[in-house]
């Protein structure tokens, strides 16, 4: 029974923060490289960041880098993404998800949460 389920969500000023979390259970966490996808009203899912199984590694969309901090504590089974200096542009539902990867180098995004709403007010 794989799970994540994420929490933290909710209404802020443009420039304002917010710290979304990421409850796992049901699997191996530490060994999951873990992702955060969002979809903005009306549009597709975009990746925005990904962190590796343990942490040392860690990747930005573009439009996020040096407002957004991804982070794990592979202890509590927990994934967080810090947003700072947001933008209304950052309104989305945003989803956790493991990131599986297969053969060489192939991957996909498996047991999506059930998501949490950002809405950046201007």
């Known amino acids: 029974q794989v799970q994540l389920v994420e929490s933290g969500g909710g209404l802020v000023r443009p420039g304002g923060s917010l710290r979304l979390s990421c409850a796992a259970s049901?699997?191996?966490?530490?060994?999951?490289?873990l992702t955060w996808v969002r979809q903005a009203p009306g549009k597709g899912l975009e990746w925005v960041s990904r962190i590796t199984s343990g942490g040392g590694s860690t990747y930005y969309l573009d439009s996020v880098k040096g407002r957004f901090t991804i982070s794990r504590d592979n202890a509590k089974n927990s994934l967080s993404l810090q947003m700072n200096s947001l933008k209304p542009e950052d309104t989305a539902v945003y989803y956790c998800a493991r990131r599986i990867t297969y053969n060489s180098g192939n991957f996909y995004y498996s047991s999506w949460g059930q998501g949490t709403q950002v809405t950046v007010s201007s």
């Open positions: 049901g699997f191996t966490f530490s060994s999951y490289d």
